[in-house]
DNA sequence: TTATCGATTCTCT
DNA sequence: GAGAATCGATAAA
């Protein structure tokens, strides 16, 4: 797994990188996680079908602009008004696609993951169950310790970030709508969420707001 | 176990 | 000014 395979699209590189290690370092720790959970994004200038859920389906801006840049690139955006997530940028530069990481298994860092996502939460009380620590777009930037500023169009393979390949490749992977996006573009017409089959890391299905197109 | 709904701020039209 | 690649609490079954 190096910078040349990200320069394919995100179609394809998305199931690719479940089981994958990726850590961010930073000045009170390292937090590994090993990814089970991915959803692909197409963009201009690829080769898939024109993709409605994708931030970069019409045109360059501001905040998609990480999008367009090299591959194996991070894409950071802020979402809801309260969470980050983040996406590994695929295809060449010029051209948009990207891998949204969804959701993974906290294997290194736990305690620093366990911190960062309780300040969050005020009022909750005793520890996050250790497979929740990662489940969910929002939660993995924030068990991560990942922000627009900080990260966002960074380097996947330099310093605070590293990636490593799947020590082997999965049994099985499983694949469906994605999740939370509005319009056909969450529909049965796009089933390019990926994801290992028994991993209580992965979140359980939950249909998007018009998923029954 | 599964579904619904409120919170909260950024980006683009 | 609308709506969003979401989360977590709460309600319902």
Redesign the pocket.
Known sequence: MDREFFSQDALYVAPKLLGAKFSVDSAVGLVTLRITEV?A?M?LGTTGPYDP????K??R?????S?FSDPAHA?V???????Y?I?FVCSPAGSAS???I??GEIIEGRELAQQR?LV??A??TGA?KEQ?LA??????A?ALGIT?VEHDGKDLFTPPFSLQAPPESPAQILNGP??????V??GPQFPWRFWLPGEPTV???????NASE
């Not at 859920?53 to 970069?56: D, R, V």
């Not at 979140?203 to 707001?209: E, L």
Request: glycine share 18%.
């Open positions: 959803e994004y963009g859920g994708s931030h970069s019409d045109r801006t501001e905040r998609n602009a999008m894409y955006y802020f979402s809801y008004g309260m969470h997530a996406n990207g891998v949204l969804r959701a996502r969050r939460r009022e909750s996050i929740q489940r969910g777009p929002g939660n993995v924030q627009r994605r999740v939370g996006v509005a319009g573009g969450g979140s359980a299905f939950r249909r998007g707001r």
